[in-house]
């Protein structure tokens, strides 16, 4: 390790950026998040720069003067010319402060890092100038497992840091700040709801003692394969849970993201199947949750569609356990995407409807007729091996057997396949093509070929 990783104090000491562009503008906007007194040297500012010194901010040293570098912990360099890069380095060294000269890593000190920041919470990422490309990339990664909110969250625990050393035991602390971060109050803060966080804290101070552990189970859509399709939301309840109950199309890949100590139970069914039946699942949520674990049931796609998201929720209320739906993106967004093709179109599509082609053993089909209308698009979830009833049911329904179909199967991942077919060809494509499931059978019924149909009768007649 060539350089040391350090935090600065920046309160009562100055950044110096010298230079006026935009590269200079880039360093001031990091150093804008500290308390530093920022002198920008340049002979002359770009506006967002000049915009800064107008609102006092920043401070404007047209030349160089003696005191441009009194109390400087850092300078940035970026005027553009090496020989008047190298003169001001100097003179900033020698002034005692460290030095960064932006694109010449021979002549910095110290070099930028990518910073996440949820202030008073602040990661920093370096590649010591090898790779910073790199280093943007990995603090995407950190960026969506830190919560939004987090940075308050903390600030308010350190508000409270001095009434719990006065309030709770020495030997009871450290408990008390593990449930701080990872029990009710947390997530409380995490989903918005910050007062209710503080009086939660607070009355566990007032007790004098650790809350017990309460259960929470949370619904949460793993998207359609791809992992980095997850919402940040469903990333950070993946890595609190302590048992994650998932389906068989979730991606392996997916689960990377979780704790690496969570418990994972496998409880996927296949079409039709019941293995795993819900009534089991249900109970199985409901018991860990009861035991004061966070719990994770990850679904592919979005809970809330086709996803039995309501039996579930259903049971952790029964159970009075708290539970909260994560929303994913389903497998018919992914496929349109995918397609480039928007899932409404201004004046041809202003409908979009979702459907399945399979219900629970026992129950009738699907009611098709009037789903297929002049203007809508319809996804057929769940509908590959129903294709030959889907097409006869839309086609004796008058939907016309030239409307286009897409079928799109394992959405986002390495296998995704597409094929095009129309209405009147749908079964047969599916069978010659050996379409299996997980796929998405996607119509369209713009409403020009309902005019255009409309005009071809009229001429017949």
């Given at each position: 390790m060539k350089n040391f990783p350090m935090f600065l104090r920046m309160d009562g000491r100055r950044v110096v950026i010298c230079g006026g562009g935009g590269e200079a503008?880039?360093?001031?906007?990091?150093?804008?998040?500290t308390e530093a007194e920022i002198v920008v040297l340049a002979p002359e500012l770009d506006p967002e720069l000049s915009g800064l010194v107008a609102s006092g901010r920043a401070v404007h040293h047209p030349a160089l003067r003696e005191d441009t570098f009194d109390r400087a912990a850092l300078a940035f360099v970026a005027t553009g010319c090496p020989g008047l890069d190298a003169a001001l380095a100097d003179a900033a060294r020698r002034a005692g402060a460290v030095v960064n000269v932006v694109d010449r890593p021979g002549m910095c000190d110290a070099f930028t890092p990518s910073i996440v920041d949820r202030d008073p919470v602040v990661v920093a990422i370096g590649t010591e100038g090898a790779a910073p490309v790199l280093g943007r990339a990995i603090k995407t990664e950190v960026e969506?497992?830190?919560?939004?909110?987090?940075?308050?969250?903390?600030a308010l625990a350190g508000r409270l840091r001095d009434a719990v050393a006065e309030r709770i035991a020495p030997s009871a602390r450290r408990g008390f700040w593990e449930w701080a971060f990872s029990g009710e109050a947390y997530r409380a803060h995490i989903d918005g709801r910050e007062t209710a966080a503080a009086e939660l804290l607070k009355a566990a101070i007032e007790a004098a003692q650790v809350p017990a552990t309460t259960g929470h189970i949370a619904l949460v859509g793993a998207g359609p394969g791809a992992r980095d399709l997850l919402t940040l939301r469903a990333v950070q309840r993946l890595q609190q849970a302590d048992v994650i109950f998932y389906d068989r199309l979730v991606d392996p890949e997916v689960l990377e993201l979780a704790r690496r100590d969570a418990d994972r139970v496998f409880v996927g069914k296949e079409v039709g199947a019941s293995s795993w039946p819900q009534d089991r699942i249900d109970a199985l949520i409901v018991a860990e949750a009861s035991r004061g674990r966070r719990v994770v049931r990850l679904k592919s796609g979005d809970p809330s569609v086709f996803g039995r998201a309501g039996e579930e929720l259903a049971a952790a209320r029964a159970a009075g356990i708290e539970?909260?739906?994560?929303?994913?993106?389903?497998?018919?967004s992914a496929a349109a995407a995918s397609l480039q093709q928007p899932l409404t179109e201004r004046g041809e599509i202003d409908t979009f409807v979702a459907t399945t082609g399979t219900c629970r053993p026992g129950d009738a089909n699907p009611q098709r007729a009037g789903l297929a209308r002049p203007g809508s698009s319809v996804a057929f979830y769940m509908a590959v091996e129903r294709a030959a009833q889907v097409e006869s049911d839309l086609l004796a329904d008058g939907v016309p057997a030239c409307c286009p179909v897409d079928i799109v199967a394992s959405v986002s991942t390495e296998r995704e396949r597409h094929v095009r077919a129309t209405l009147g060809t749908l079964s047969e494509t599916v069978a010659g093509e050996g379409i299996q499931s997980p796929a998405i059978?996607?119509?369209?019924?713009?409403?020009?070929?309902?005019?255009?149909?409309?005009?071809?009768?009229?001429?017949?007649?």
């Open positions: 503008a880039r360093k001031t906007r990091l150093v804008l998040k969506t497992m830190l919560p939004p909110r987090l940075g308050p969250f903390v539970v909260e739906l994560v929303p994913g993106i389903t497998a018919a059978l996607f119509l369209r019924y713009p409403k020009s070929m309902a005019v255009a149909g409309s005009e071809q009768a009229r001429a017949v007649a």
